[in-house]
């Protein structure tokens, strides 16, 4: 196979890779607001089996005792279990792709070897996230457990996104795509950290409303929004600074003609999908919490802190010559 093919079939398995741990999310995100962070009261298999029942006739008759966990007896409901399962697998088949990333990486360690010590780091985090999965399940949720899971994943998005720019370098920098980016780089960190905050909050946020949730049975979903305490103010402020960053930003991309049209295209990315969560942030507050809107506020942060990524490695780039041919575009 040509270098050329070789590292077009990298590049394209690396963005499925991504968009697997897209994918993660969002099942972590329906795990959470469908409550079945505990379908599976063990890891890595459910109820002591690799495929999970169907029905409570199919478990032990001291199962609620067996699989007890910090206390609390385990639950059998079979909507909940095949929840947290699906999540489970499909967090496996993201492993599986990153293994076969890596794997494919192995030639680069020649031309790039970063290209090489990131894939084989991304293959060590999703790792350390199927243990760390284990820990959150054995914490009975616990809070903190799950703000790091959720900082991981935000984590892996980074390296993964990372490994696709230096496997694409002659790309990014053909042309004038990206020229004119070096006055944005300042405010684009800004953005950056504020959104990873921003996202880290709203785990926070999150587990706020699964206790109120817990503690009054499921019942007044109207009420809780009115008793979420100092993270959702954080939340919201954040949520306001976000905005303006963005407005600036983009009213300073419309207007700069020396700024390449693939700069421009990504910030008016960010630009769309920052409104987009605007629009589900206000969904959440007014139509009082809807489930279907929770996974997706959590995926559309993602897919924004991915695109704020994508113009910092190029930012952190900019005076980026090729090396060799043997980075074909």
Known sequence: MSAKRYHSLFRRFNLITIGTVYLVILAGGVVRCTGSGMGCP???????????????????SDYKQKYKVQGHEAEFNVAKTWTEYGNRLVGALTGVFIFCM?????PFFKEDKQVFYFSLLSLFIVGFQGWLGAKVVASYLSPVMITIHMGLAMVLIGVLWYVYFRASKTIWFSGTLFDGLRPYRLWMWLLAITTFLQIIIGTQVREEIDTLAASMNHQGRGEWINMLGEYFLAHRILSYVIAVLTLYILIKAISDIQLGKGAKNVIYSIAFFITLEVIIGYVLVFLQ??????????????????LEFILLMVMLNINYTPLSSSHVK
């Open 42 to 60: 063990d890891w890595p298999r459910c109820f002591g089996t690799w495929v999970p029942p169907t029905d409570e006739s199919q478990l032990p």
């Open 102 to 106: 890596f794997i494919y990486s192995i």
């Open 289 to 306: 919490l809807p489930a279907f809107a929770q996974p997706l506020h959590l995926l559309n942060g993602s897919i924004i802190l991915g």
